[in-house]
């Protein structure tokens, strides 16, 4: 199967890479750690992976910003109730934590999507924001990435040594330390919108 999605990769790169950065437009995840797999397998170059990926974040941080700048307020009065509050406490996270919530919002599950939009409400300056926005962007993509290589790596080693049926149990080991880490920031998430109120 993984031999099926590296030449299908492949023979497609140039659409692979346009998702990457579609997908890194529009949400900040854990894409980073398959892209650094796919390097390793050699299905990917790394150059215009990194290049998907950076460009896709800041783009989509942009967005975000300025959506947040210049319609803000009109958008949240057009939301339901429900989304509308959980926008309020996101924001209350950033007025709370300021520069740190910029460098991790993309990684609470909950707040990634919206990431900084709230930012964008707020009264920082774009050229404060901008610099911050790029060491955020560099830090997710830096620490996901690495992670993904040395993973790849592992998994290179043990599809040589034709141990294919360690390859699935470490995935799913993978996604389930990566599941239960998202969770625990979840939860240090609740733990600060509690302090907050």
Same mark, same amino acid.
């Given at each position: 199967?993984?031999?099926?999605?590296?030449?299908?990769?492949?023979?497609?790169?140039?659409? =692979?890479?346009?998702?990457?950065?579609?997908?890194?437009?529009?949400? @900040?995840? &854990?894409?980073?750690? +398959? $892209? %650094?797999?796919? *390097? =390793?397998?050699?299905?990917?170059?790394?150059?215009?992976?990194?290049? @998907?990926? &950076?460009?896709?974040? +800041? $783009? %989509?941080?942009? *967005?975000?910003?300025?959506?947040?700048?210049?319609?803000?307020?009109?958008?949240?009065?057009?939301?339901?109730?429900?989304?509308?509050?959980?926008?309020?406490?996101?924001?209350?996270?950033?007025?709370?934590?300021?520069?740190?919530?910029?460098?991790?919002?993309?990684?609470?599950?909950?707040?990634?999507?919206?990431?900084?939009?709230?930012?964008?409400?707020?009264?920082?300056?774009?050229?404060?924001?901008?610099?911050?926005?790029?060491?955020?962007?560099?830090?997710?993509?830096?620490?996901?990435?690495?992670?993904?290589?040395?993973?790849?790596?592992?998994?290179?080693?043990?599809?040589?040594?034709?141990?294919?049926?360690?390859?699935?149990?470490?995935?799913?080991?993978?996604?389930?330390?990566?599941?239960?880490?998202?969770?625990?920031?979840?939860?240090?998430?609740?733990?600060?919108?509690?302090?907050?109120?």
């Amino acid at each position: 199967m993984f031999e099926t999605i590296n030449l299908w990769i492949q023979d497609h790169q140039q659409l =692979v890479y346009t998702l990457i950065f579609t997908y890194c437009v529009s949400k @900040a995840s &854990i894409l980073p750690v +398959f $892209v %650094g797999i796919f *390097v =390793v397998s050699e299905s990917l170059l790394i150059g215009p992976s990194m290049a @998907a990926m &950076i460009s896709g974040a +800041f $783009v %989509g941080d942009m *967005v975000r910003f300025w959506l947040g700048r210049k319609y803000g307020d009109a958008i949240v009065r057009k939301l339901p109730d429900s989304f509308s509050k959980w926008l309020g406490k996101t924001m209350r996270l950033f007025e709370h934590y300021g520069v740190a919530y910029i460098m991790l919002c993309r990684y609470p599950n909950t707040v990634r999507s919206i990431s900084v939009f709230p930012v964008g409400m707020s009264s920082m300056a774009f050229m404060r924001f901008l610099p911050l926005s790029i060491i955020s962007i560099l830090i997710w993509i830096g620490a996901f990435f690495a992670l993904g290589y040395v993973l790849g790596e592992g998994m290179s080693e043990l599809l040589e040594r034709n141990l294919t049926l360690l390859s699935p149990i470490l995935l799913v080991m993978f996604l389930a330390l990566g599941w239960l880490g998202l969770r625990r920031i979840d939860k240090l998430e609740q733990q600060a919108e509690k302090a907050i109120k």
